[in-house]
């Protein structure tokens, strides 16, 4: 017999005694649909009545659903790139592609995920720092720095925190420069030179650490000393001026002195070379007359030796003070002022340029003429 025939007590249906029959399948579908329906937000089915699964007006299936939110979910895959950005594609955090401006799709979130870095626009950001120079003067510096970023794969991953690693960066580039350099030269003509030089700083250290930051610009705005020292600071540039001052007025003094003195040096080189040359030649000239005497008087002894005499003697009295007195006949004292004569002697030699004269009272006789050499009679001078 059939479990299910008429009699049969042994219904598996019929767990409590009675025979009730077996369940309604389409309550047990709308019961599921109830609960999805109001799971989902959506209407309950009209009544007990309501229409079956699949039929005209019937409620929307699990399956229906799933498919739904799965198209869904692929079409957040899409998603687009401007033309002054790259998409950087990552699975699961890796790094897998970059994709260049358009539309692209890529596995859905959790799997992919994209990040999106401009790679056109510049981005500035302003610094501002007190720091001391070269000459232990304090300024405050007022920098300027614009950037973009080249390279989007290292922009992302190199480094944690590429823009704040380039804020530290340039402090420190902007306090090596600043501190090789005097502060007249940081305020003065030296304002390109030091933003250019910082810049440079900046950019070796960024690909030092492969941030993918390319640093466009580096400007100078304002550097001054605060204005708490500025009183001090006024102070050691007015001594620093009046050191400059002072050494440029020794300089100028050195450059007056040194040649003269150099041209007092070469002057008295060369009165002494002259002064040389003309002893040399003074003798060299009396040697000549030497040897020029010797042969006249080689030739005429008398002659030679009377012209001799003559020229000793017209030297010889021609220096000194003479007064000649002719004591023959006269038998009178004369009185002669010896003092004054003595005096004016004295006076006379402490001229320059004078030669001393000779105060004497000689009484004197006019040579005689020399005769030969058996009657050589010379002329007598009393002293």
Known sequence: MAWNESGNNKNPWNQGGGDKGPP???????????????????????????????????????GLIVGAALVVWLLTGFYRVDDAERGVVMTF???????LPGLHWRIPWPVQTVEKVNVSQVDRFPLRM????????LVQVDLAVQFRRTDPVAFLFNVRNPEETLADVSESAIREVIGK??????????????????????????????????VTQVSLQEANFPQQVQAAVQDAIKAREDFERLQLE?????????????????????????????LIAVA??????FVALLEAYE?????????????????????????IMDTEGSGNLLYLPMDKL???????ADRPGTREPQASIRPMQLPEPIGDGRDDRRARVIR
């Open 24 to 62: 309604d399948l389409d309550q047990v579908v709308r019961d599921l649909q109830r609960r999805l329906s109001s799971m989902f937000g959506g209407k309950r089915g009209g009544g007990e009545g309501g229409g079956r699964v699949g039929a005209p007006g019937g409620g929307i299936g699990p």
């Open 93 to 99: 955090g890796e790094y897998s592609t970059t994709t």
């Open 130 to 137: 007190r720091m001391l120079t070269r000459d232990e003067t």
């Open 181 to 214: 350099n005097d502060l007249d030269f940081i305020l003065t003509e030296g304002r390109a030179e030091v933003a250019q030089r910082t810049q440079q700083v900046i950019q070796s250290t960024l690909n030092a650490y492969s941030t993918g930051i390319e």
């Open 250 to 278: 020794a300089q100028a003094y050195a450059n007056d002195i040194v040649p003269r003195a150099r041209g007092a040096a070469a002057r008295q080189i060369e009165d002494a070379m002259a002064y040389r040359d003309r």
């Open 284 to 289: 060299e000239g009396e040697s000549d007359r």
């Open 299 to 323: 030739l005429a002894p008398m002659v030679t030796r009377q012209r001799l005499y003559l020229e000793t003697m017209e030297e010889v009295l021609g220096r000194a003070s003479k007064v």
């Open 342 to 348: 003595l005096e004016r002697r004295g006076t006379t």
